[in-house]
């Protein structure tokens, strides 16, 4: 992750969108990574006064490390009317830490915090895991599904050239009331799968690339009580910006660009977006957990 990270940190960042008619939720962001200071910088405070002042003025916060999950749990304690938390360990985090039980260890005294409201981003990464360390990975992200039921919150699940695999595990486990996919990254059929089975469904800025016909089929697909909008900053952001550092803010053009497959009004899939955001991770303007 560091590598990655110190790259983009030299991206120039997408301009500005036009703003929403409506305020909406980015359920999905690593504002550390955009920035590389702490939760309370004036640097943080400048990417949330951005979004905002195009309509995005709630964010998800989401962990990949024990130390990052501690920044996400500071940032939403810091930011308490915009910025809720999601804690865990990335599927290509926990085959290499040093210490798994460790770090698992602080994840779930994490998750008890009343602003944190997810376990995730878990799930499974065939792509950068190599073969030999995939049980592990495996292990690690049951573990995160049984913590999200003990704690009853959403489960945030990371998913890469895994999807079966990913599909297996949850009906072997169960998976708990309020299951994300996020970045949905699968075609049709397993977006009916996921329907079928009240799975909720993530769409970041890959929906708007050229080479992703099969994400705007499956987002027509998707109920709108089982649809949620992100970014994945620092990452993946839209086009016609593709290649530019992401931020919050890039929320409008993804929104712009599902209502324009679905059909929807704008304002309509807006408010119904962010309804669904607070529906899934409860209020944003208290400590009180999901209800």
Avoid at 143 to 158: C, D, G, M, P, S
Wanted: glycine share 4%.
């Amino acid at each position: 992750m560091a590598d990655r990270h110190s790259r983009d940190l030299e991206r120039q960042p997408a301009p500005l969108p036009e703003p929403l008619p409506v305020p909406t939720v980015d359920s999905h962001a690593h504002l550390e990574m955009i920035t590389d200071t702490a939760p309370h910088s004036k640097e943080v405070k400048e990417i949330l006064e951005q979004a905002k002042s195009v309509g995005i003025d709630r964010v998800i916060q989401v962990g990949y490390s024990a130390e990052q999950s501690r920044w996400c749990v500071e940032a939403a304690q810091y930011w308490s009317e915009s910025v809720l938390a999601a804690v865990a360990l990335h599927p290509n985090e926990a085959p290499v830490v040093e210490d798994l039980e460790a770090d698992l260890a602080i994840i779930e005294e994490l998750a008890q915090h009343p602003r944190v409201r997810a376990i995730g981003e878990t799930g499974l990464d065939y792509f950068r895991t190599p073969p030999e360390l995939r049980k592990r990975q495996q292990e690690s992200f049951k573990w995160h599904i049984e913590l999200a039921k003990r704690t009853k919150k959403a489960l945030v699940i990371h998913d890469r050239d895994s999807h079966d695999d990913v599909l297996s595990v949850l009906l072997e486990v169960g998976a708990p009331e309020r299951t994300i996919f996020h970045c949905f990254s699968g075609d049709v059929e397993m977006a009916k799968t996921c329907i079928d089975r009240g799975y909720i469904l993530s769409f970041a800025g890959t929906m708007t690339f050229k080479n992703a016909p099969q994400l705007r089929d499956a987002v027509k697909l998707v109920p709108i009580d089982q649809l949620l909008v992100e970014t994945d900053s620092p990452f993946l952001a839209p086009m016609p910006h593709r290649g530019s550092l992401n931020t919050p803010a890039n929320i409008a053009t993804i929104v712009r660009a599902i209502a324009v497959e679905r059909g929807d009004d704008l304002a309509e899939l807006a408010t119904a977006l962010g309804a669904n955001a607070e529906r899934f991770f409860g209020s944003f303007s208290n400590s009180a957990p999901h209800e």
